[in-house]
């Protein structure tokens, strides 16, 4: 688990990653940010997802959300990519949401990570 | 576990030609947990190679799960298997299901069979809008007829999720909807063999 901070040191966000059971090498990677901070979520995505992979012997990660939060992973297009949609899944406000599960594999990421130019 | 106002009335039984499904009863654990020691299946089960002993099977089996609910042969009383409901939410209106066919049975369509059942005494009795179900690569082709008909449908592929003897393994994820399946084809046409008879 961790704090997300913006420049100035306020908290933004938190992130979490942990484990599955019965899955050695994959966990679930948590991101929530305020309202307002989505673009900030965005960088610390792709900064926790790197840091995931270059930390752990994690070789797929997973996050889920519901169709109406912030995607946060959407720098990584190419990389990350919705596995499984579950539709109307809970009520949120008033109304049915689709729970979106998205994953990325080692390799996706890093093949995604050496075409930047700057990497 | 949550529970459900409903979850104390459910229907006792329900019969095809070949299998009934009925509600386990203390007098099942025996039969289901010797079925469950088959080393074929112990790694993809829910106990993932760790299948308790006979004294904690109880427990065990009701972790997290709503309802469990045998299949039984007509023929000779023998139990094929189970299915069993669990992790439900009923503030979403969704829960999951799991099935076992018992290695005596596999290939026959016997527990699929009693899936059908399965789902007709679900939404006759809870206020669910889907059930889900997870299941591996090797296990896909037993959803093929539904999802082909159209009960069933595949909602996704979890990629690498799980581990089988060592090597990841996709886990596909199955639902099926309430009134998709209250309006089947084959609902209908379970019920007209049922009343034949």
Redesign the interface.
């Known amino acids: 688990m961790g704090i997300i901070l913006d420049a100035d040191g306020e908290r933004i966000g938190a992130l979490g990653l942990a484990g ?7 966990a679930v990677l948590d991101i929530h940010v305020l309202p307002g901070h989505e673009e900030d979520g965005r960088r610390v995505a792709v900064l926790a997802t790197q840091a995931a992979f270059n930390g752990s012997p994690i ?2 990660l ?1 996050t889920e959300r519901f169709d109406d939060d912030p995607d946060l992973f959407t720098d990584m297009a190419g990389a990350w990519a ?10 949120v406000d008033g109304r049915y949401a689709d729970r979106l ?1 998205s ?1 990325v ?1 080692r390799s996706e990421f890093e093949r995604w990570f050496e075409a930047l130019p700057i990497a | 576990m949550s529970t459900s106002p409903t979850s104390s009335s459910p229907t006792s039984a329900s019969t095809t030609s070949r299998i009934r499904l009925r509600h386990v009863q203390p007098d099942d654990y025996p039969a289901l947990h010797a079925m469950e020691t088959d080393p074929t299946t112990s790694d993809t089960w829910r106990y993932r190679g760790q299948l308790p002993p006979l004294e904690e099977y109880e427990a065990a089996l009701w972790q997290q799960t709503t309802a469990v609910l045998v299949v039984e042969n007509i023929d000779d009383g023998t139990l094929a298997g189970y299915v069993h409901l669990h992790d439900v939410d009923w503030r979403a209106g969704h829960g999951y299901f799991s099935l076992y066919a018992g290695p005596h049975v596999r290939g026959r369509g016997t527990v699929m069979e009693g899936l059908m059942l399965f789902c007709d005494w679900v939404f006759g009795n809870y206020d669910l809008r889907w059930i889900y179900a997870h299941a591996f690569e090797h296990n896909i082709g037993q959803f093929s007829s539904g999802l082909r008909r159209g009960e069933a449908v595949h909602l996704g592929t979890l990629r690498n999720r799980v581990e089988v003897l060592g090597e990841p393994t996709d886990v596909h994820v199955i639902g099926i909807e309430r009134e998709n399946w209250l309006n089947s084809p084959l609902r209908a046409r379970l019920h007209r063999l049922q009343a034949r008879r």
């Not at chain 1, 599955?20 to 994959?26: D, E, M, N, V």
């Not at chain 1, 919705?82 to 009520?91: C, D, Q």
Request: charged fraction near 20%; avoid cysteine; proline fraction near 4%.
């Open positions: 599955l059971t019965g899955a050695a090498s994959t070789d797929h997973y919705l596995e499984v949609r579950l539709p109307e899944f809970a009520r599960i994953g594999s």
